[in-house]
């Protein structure tokens, strides 16, 4: 079966920038959804970001405008650009498609105020 890695998390103050990334073992991404979601301690995992497999894009209210999310499909990847973080996007950050069993480990993104 596909599973996914993501990576690019780290420690970074308000205002600053990072670039997720998530990788397939297979050809998962191209003709399909894919979505970032992500989840705070105690919180649900919600849906941030996604794009579909004719390129609409879609952002939740609290991301729009400073979050970007973009795929390789050549490269079996997504990318999340994220910009102008806030304490509030504190969170691990998983990637999501159709097809995918189980989630991948995600990665940790902390923004401290």
């Known amino acids: 079966q596909v599973r996914v890695v993501e990576s690019g998390g780290g420690l970074v103050q308000a205002g600053g920038s990072l670039r997720l990334s998530c990788v397939a073992s297979?050809?998962?991404?191209?003709?399909?959804?894919v979505g970032w979601y992500r989840q705070a301690p105690g919180q649900s995992r919600d849906l941030v970001a996604s794009?579909?497999?004719?390129?609409?894009?879609s952002y939740s209210n609290s991301v729009k405008g400073r979050f970007a999310i973009s795929r390789d499909n050549a490269k079996n990847t997504v990318y999340l650009q994220m910009n102008d973080l806030k304490p509030e996007d504190t969170a691990v950050y998983y990637c999501?498609?159709?097809?995918?069993?189980?989630w991948g480990p995600g990665t940790q993104v902390t923004v401290s105020s």
């Open positions: 999501g498609a159709p097809g995918l069993t189980e």
């Open positions: 297979g050809s998962i991404f191209s003709g399909n959804d």
């Open positions: 794009i579909t497999s004719t390129d609409h894009i």
